[in-house]
């Protein structure tokens, strides 16, 4: 057996976590919110993208990790500002 340990995980760069998809469990954890109606209010206000699909035609969807990380970044700074609305 080898000395050196093999990593079970791959490990992202910025790259492929800029264009790596979190599914609604994931956003949960990552914002610290509790309700998925919550989370879909806040795509609703423009304050979230849209969910975009995983396949053509699918029902599974998911957000950018780059919009979700970008959305708490936003409450770290200031968690009592008015939203921001996404363009």
């Given at each position: 057996?080898s000395?050196?340990?093999?990593?079970?995980?791959?490990?992202?760069?910025?790259?492929d976590?800029?264009?790596?998809?979190?599914?609604?469990?994931?956003?949960?954890?990552?914002?610290?919110?509790?309700?998925?109606r919550?989370?879909?209010?806040?795509?609703?206000?423009?304050?979230?993208?849209?969910?975009?699909?995983?396949?053509?035609?699918?029902?599974?969807?998911?957000?950018?990790?780059?919009?979700?990380?970008?959305?708490?970044?936003?409450?770290?700074?200031?968690?009592?500002?008015?939203?921001?609305?996404?363009?």
């Amino acid at each position: 057996m080898s000395s050196k340990s093999h990593q079970l995980t791959p490990q992202l760069t910025q790259t492929d976590e800029a264009i790596r998809i979190m599914r609604m469990p994931e956003v949960l954890v990552m914002t610290g919110l509790r309700s998925r109606r919550y989370i879909y209010t806040l795509v609703k206000n423009g304050e979230l993208p849209r969910p975009v699909k995983l396949r053509k035609g699918g029902r599974a969807s998911g957000w950018p990790a780059a919009a979700v990380h970008e959305f708490v970044r936003r409450m770290e700074i200031d968690p009592l500002a008015p939203p921001v609305k996404l363009r």
